[in-house]
């Protein structure tokens, strides 16, 4: 009789809640608040979920928004809402979260140091490594698929620690000088400080709603983040408090801009911004003895009448004809060679003299930010690959001309090599048919000599070890591998399994500038 009316109950149940998800009208905004706000935030800015506004889905297409939704998506909090909403509501929040919440949205000096989360004190840990692995010969590999990062001993081609990082990392983490410290950003704005020796996070804190990238001084004491959302260049100290929010403007002050990326320059103790909206170059020293800059050289609420302010940690700009977001720095740091996604024209800056010195005669969309460079026949050589066209421009950095150009198997992201190693290695990531391959560049012929591939799968992004003796590739998949090769014969010697690993990051080559890594 009890189970009877069990029965009955669940299946009075299930009626009442087929119709009330069949009747309840699909109002987006109201079905946000009861849903999803308190994993996403009342105004959607994100909290324990990521983001919901339409620069931080940039990325995911609204189908796929949909899906998520209705299925949940694995290894992560977010459930399925498929038996609590109708396909109608669904279609509806799907949508609507991408509209415009109307106007920026705010995250200034407040939220940031309210958000910032302080895990260890890492002065109290050991300063030394837990591990026996050689602590200048290990990898982080970022896994995008369950958004982990592992930890390797590149000499043993060992997994030493995984650990669950914030949400969707982007662009290269960067080191402190002596290897031990490491900082990540997410899309999401959120900075990590890792501590690599104890396997440890150390502190976080939030410097923006949507981020490029971060930048680390070489002395470890200021870290620089690059916005998109607030259009902010936030400086922090290294252990992630607060020193200064950046509203970015045109010199002017009219026209504000997103920040495209933000790079260490470590010889001129600077970091220097590419711009995304307004023709100009940014320069930011960290050297407390910077001299002074005239007044008007920054933005206006700053503006001095007619005296000078500080260098140290303001803005220094160089004016250009043509707006400047991606670029490659010159050996000495005194020159970057950039282009714009827009416009698509190349351009060699000088940052002493502070204007453009020459024009780079490079087509498609060059990717500069994944350039290295080696020395050919007395000379240094740069080589970038391309985003829209399949080849790699091969440029002599005295005269700034193209050598060569090396006809490739389709567009591609990354380009990879090490002082030790006579080939390069580089993807065709973008190209529908073959992104499963990695191609072999010979730096001396400029001949492609060789190739590896998955077949079906994208295999793309490689870092040398230390010694030059392994190639380290990522199966982007999201059942995936990490896949090691010989570096002079290309045979696959391992495969560890990994989650859609993306980039991969060797603590020396990183903190020694190696000319076949980007830094
Ligand atoms: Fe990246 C680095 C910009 C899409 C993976 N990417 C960078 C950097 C910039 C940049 C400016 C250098 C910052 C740094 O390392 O400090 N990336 C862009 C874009 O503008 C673009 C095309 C579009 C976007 O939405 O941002 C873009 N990037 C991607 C991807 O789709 C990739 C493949 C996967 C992902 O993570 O989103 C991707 N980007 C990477 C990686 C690096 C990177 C792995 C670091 C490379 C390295 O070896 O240092």
């Known amino acids: 009789m009890q189970t009877l009316i069990h029965v009955v109950v669940l299946v009075a149940i299930s009626v009442f809640a087929a119709f009330a998800k069949a009747e309840a009208p699909a109002d987006p905004a109201a079905l946000f608040a009861q849903h999803c706000a308190r994993c996403h935030g009342a105004d959607r800015l994100g909290q324990m979920g990521p983001a919901l506004l339409p620069e931080n889905l940039a990325r995911l297409k609204p189908a796929a928004a949909r899906t998520v939704i209705a299925e949940g998506r694995t290894a992560t909090q977010m459930p399925a809402f498929g038996q609590v909403l109708s396909g109608e509501q669904i279609d509806a929040l799907a949508k609507w979260i991408y509209t415009d919440t109307g106007e920026i949205p705010p995250w200034g000096e407040d939220r940031i140091r309210a958000s910032r989360i302080v895990h260890v004190d ?243 969309m060059p990717h500069l930010g994944s350039g290295i460079t080696w020395h050919w026949h007395g000379r240094t050589v740069m080589a970038s690959p391309n985003l829209k066209e399949g080849k790699i421009s091969i440029i002599d950095m005295a005269d700034w001309k193209v050598l060569k150009e090396v006809k490739t198997l389709g567009p591609g992201f990354f380009m990879r090599s090490h002082e030790k190693s006579r080939y390069a290695w580089i993807d065709s990531m973008m190209s529908p048919s073959h992104h499963d391959t990695l191609q072999i560049l010979d730096k001396e012929t400029f001949e492609i000599v060789g190739q590896v591939r998955e077949p079906g799968k994208t295999l793309a992004h490689v870092e040398f070890d230390r010694n030059g003796r392994y190639v380290i590739a990522s199966l982007m998949e999201q059942d995936g591998a990490i896949i090691f090769y010989d570096a002079s014969t290309w045979k696959e010697i391992k495969r560890l399994p990994a989650s859609k690993p993306i980039g991969k990051y060797n603590v020396f080559n990183k903190t020694r500038l190696s000319e076949g890594t980007s830094h």
């Open 122 to 364: 890492d002065t109290r840990l050991p300063n030394k490594p837990v591990f026996d692995a050689d602590p200048l010969n290990v990898f982080l590999v970022v896994e995008q698929g369950d958004h982990h990062v592992s930890v390797l001993d590149g000499d043993k081609m060992e997994r030493i620690h995984r650990f669950a990082s914030r949400y969707a990392l982007h662009g290269g983490p960067k080191f402190t000088a002596d290897g031990r410290f490491v900082y990540f950003a997410s899309r999401d704005g959120w900075i990590t400080k890792y501590d690599i020796w104890n396997l440890t996070p150390v502190v976080e804190v939030r410097a923006g709603i949507n981020t490029r990238n971060v930048a680390v001084s070489e002395d470890g004491k200021v870290v620089a983040v690059a916005n998109y959302l607030p259009r902010t260049l936030v400086l922090l100290d290294g252990e992630l408090n607060l020193l200064k929010v950046i509203e970015v403007k045109d010199k002017d002050g009219k026209k504000s801009s997103r920040v495209s990326a933000v790079y260490d320059a470590a010889p001129r103790k600077s970091f220097v911004a590419a711009l995304k909206d307004v023709p100009e170059v940014w320069e930011i020293s960290y050297d407390p003895k910077a001299e002074p800059i005239a007044a008007g050289y920054v933005h206006d609420y700053q503006y001095q009448e007619g005296g000078f302010i500080p260098g140290y940690l303001n803005p220094r700009r160089t004016v250009l004809d043509d707006v400047l977001d991606d670029f490659f720095f010159t050996q000495d740091y005194t020159e970057v060679m950039g282009t714009a996604r827009k416009t698509r024209r190349g351009q060699v800056v000088n940052l002493d003299i502070r204007r453009k010195v020459a024009d780079l005669d490079i087509s498609g």
